[in-house]
């Protein structure tokens, strides 16, 4: 018995050297065939000047908040916030019912008390300041929230026929005069239009960043979905420049006060952690 049931674990441990080995095999295949997609070639002092003549994106930027409340001065013009005001979603009647569902049963511990980050579109709302970097090729975003990382490729590569899903989707940029337009495929099922909607996997996101004066942009977002939306629904953001800014480091699981019982229940600790002992 005993020897029957040593080789049933010699089997076993073969069979799984077996798998690992074709997985690894498998990766390592992907990650070349990825690789392999499109190549970019070493940027020029042609690339450069280039560069240099498009709008100046660069610095870190910051989304308004804040409500309708009016300024010190006595102007009475409202100040000028992150969020115009939005349309409303407008969902097929399939979707409709499957968020009413959804906000019926919704859980209280949900991805975000746990550190999981907002995707696309709504991280690009998040009040937290994002740096915009540009090289040849591409546009790369540095979001403090989440200590996130967007990649904008402008080198000309075209969108893949099957993106891999991930949080941001794959963004393809390409400049039409002083607007840069990005096109953004692919999205975890983990990530949703905004709040408790989810998308479907046809979803797609056009972008046009531009700026309205030296330190505004004006992100015009527009999220095409003909399973969930039965027309495009369009917003637009507001983004303020600090030169004198730097990202600062964004942990979300460090002194996370969030919590889940034993039954389930999600919860937040109120109580202020103690202060370090004195030396």
């Not at 996130?148 to 949080?167: E, K, L, Q």
């Not at 960043?209 to 495009?232: C, G, K, R, S």
């Not at 800014?245 to 109580?271: M, P, R």
């Amino acid at each position: 018995m005993r020897k029957g049931g040593s080789q049933l674990a010699h089997h076993g441990r073969k069979s799984a050297r077996r798998l690992f080995a074709f997985a690894l095999a498998s990766l390592t295949f992907a990650s070349v065939a990825s690789a392999q997609k499109f190549t970019r070639p070493a940027p020029t002092p042609a690339d450069w000047a280039a560069l240099a003549k498009l709008p100046d994106f660069t610095g870190v930027w910051e989304v308004p908040m804040g409500g309708p409340a009016r300024s010190s001065s006595s102007s009475s013009t409202p100040r000028v916030t992150g969020f115009p005001p939005r349309p409303q979603l407008s969902l097929t009647p399939e979707w409709a019912a499957k968020v009413k569902d959804l906000e019926a049963n919704a859980p209280q511990d949900t991805g975000s008390a746990n550190c999981l980050p907002p995707g696309m579109p709504g991280i690009m709302g998040e009040p937290y300041p994002m740096e915009f970097l540009l090289t040849p090729g591409q546009v790369t975003i540095v979001i403090e929230a989440f200590s996130m990382v967007r990649h904008i490729y402008t080198d000309g590569r075209p969108m893949p026929a099957d993106p891999d899903p991930s949080f941001f989707g794959t963004s393809i940029g390409h400049w039409e005069g002083d607007i840069l337009v990005v096109d953004s495929e692919g999205f975890s099922p983990l990530t949703t239009i905004e709040m408790m909607t989810p998308h479907s996997d046809k979803m797609k996101i056009l972008e046009r960043f531009h700026l309205l004066d030296a330190n505004t942009m004006n992100i015009e977002t527009t999220v095409i979905d003909p399973v969930a939306l039965t027309q495009p629904f369009v917003s637009n953001r507001i983004l303020k420049r600090h030169r004198s800014w730097t990202i600062e480091e964004y942990i979300c699981e460090e002194d996370n006060q969030n919590f889940v019982d034993s039954s389930g229940k999600a919860g937040i600790k109120l109580t202020p952690p103690p202060e370090p002992a004195s030396k």
